[in-house]
């Protein structure tokens, strides 16, 4: 099978492997996990008081068209604000690596994974919001 | 008719390994193409199909996690399929740990150590599998087959990481 070199490039030099404190309250964590095949993929996001993702981080243990997809969401939402980032669909992924038909579930798990992310990150907001009204009881 | 009738067995997930090889070879006997040289292709092309469904049955029920996923299909379990993500938070944060610990193993003895902890959660994972079948406990047994897909594919893991060590590509 003939991957394209952008894969290839995101397979051999994956950008921003690695982890983000989980427990900080300004980042975000995805895990999700594709049950056929066994893989997880760990995608987290923190973001700055601006309300844009400053920095993303991923940790995929999968075949390497997880890995560059994964990889390659972590470039994508960089410099984005998190409803940007929301918007990031498994399709635009699958064009630009140019993923052969059944490795397209890779992508669906890279964008369960930063929607997961976001979520994650909306939750400890809605969080803060709830303690801070409590202590302004 | 399913992999279990084909065999002359009853659907269920204990097995014997002595008692599925037998009812195979009985059946490879039966069908067997030199048995029909001689007869019409009509009942030439039945011996056939007949002997690649019996080599599938086979295959099936003879890995015993295979065995289980089948059966519960066969219960109508809801099995997730592909492309999908699981909703069992701490299957995944299991998995992502103990895919972190393999990474971080350098020596062969290290990884033949989570090797054999995950193979004695797989074996318990699977007999407990027995009781939840009798109870037809269809969200546990799911929960369940996810989780010993996971711990299988990290068996797997863990041989491919034992080999790149022994060559040093680790």
Same mark, same amino acid.
């Given at each position: 099978m003939a991957y394209s070199e952008k894969l290839i490039d995101h397979y051999e030099n &994956?950008?921003?492997i690695g982890s983000l404190d989980? @427990?900080? /309250? /300004?980042v975000g964590t995805g895990l999700v996990g594709a049950p056929a095949c066994g893989d997880v993929m760990k995608l987290q996001i923190k973001v700055g008081a601006d309300g844009l993702i400053e920095d993303a981080k991923f940790k995929t243990f999968g075949c390497g068209s997880a890995i560059a997809s994964s990889s390659l969401v972590t470039e994508w939402v960089k410099g984005k604000t998190i409803d940007e980032a929301e918007t990031i669909k498994n399709t635009d992924i699958a064009k630009h690596l140019a993923l052969p038909p059944v490795k397209i579930h890779c992508s669906v798990l890279a964008e369960d994974a930063i929607k997961a992310a976001i979520a994650d990150y909306r939750a400890k907001m809605a969080q803060k919001d709830v303690k801070k009204d409590e202590a302004a009881e | 008719m399913d992999h279990f009738a084909r065999l002359g067995l &009853? @659907? @269920?997930l204990d097995l014997d390994a002595g008692t599925l090889d037998k009812a195979y070879f009985a059946g490879q006997r039966q069908w067997h193409p030199d048995r029909f040289v001689a007869k019409p292709p009509e009942e030439r092309a039945k011996a056939s199909t007949e002997a690649a469904a019996l080599n599938d049955a086979y295959r099936t029920l003879k890995n015993p996690l295979d065995r289980a996923v089948y059966l519960a299909a066969l219960k109508g379990v809801d099995l997730p399929g592909d492309g999908k993500t699981i909703d069992d938070p701490d299957l995944l944060m299991e998995a992502m740990e103990a895919r972190e610990e393999l990474e971080e193993a350098g020596t062969v003895r290290a990884v033949d150590a989570l090797a054999a902890k995950v193979r004695g959660d797989f074996d318990k994972a699977l007999k407990g599998l027995g009781s939840l079948f009798l109870a037809n406990d269809k969200p546990a047994i799911r929960k369940a087959l996810l989780r010993l897909r996971y711990l299988d594919k990290f068996g797997e893991e863990a041989r491919a990481r034992r080999t790149n060590i022994e060559r040093g590509t680790g």
């Open positions: &994956p950008r921003n989980k @427990a900080s /309250d /300004d | &009853p @659907a @269920a």
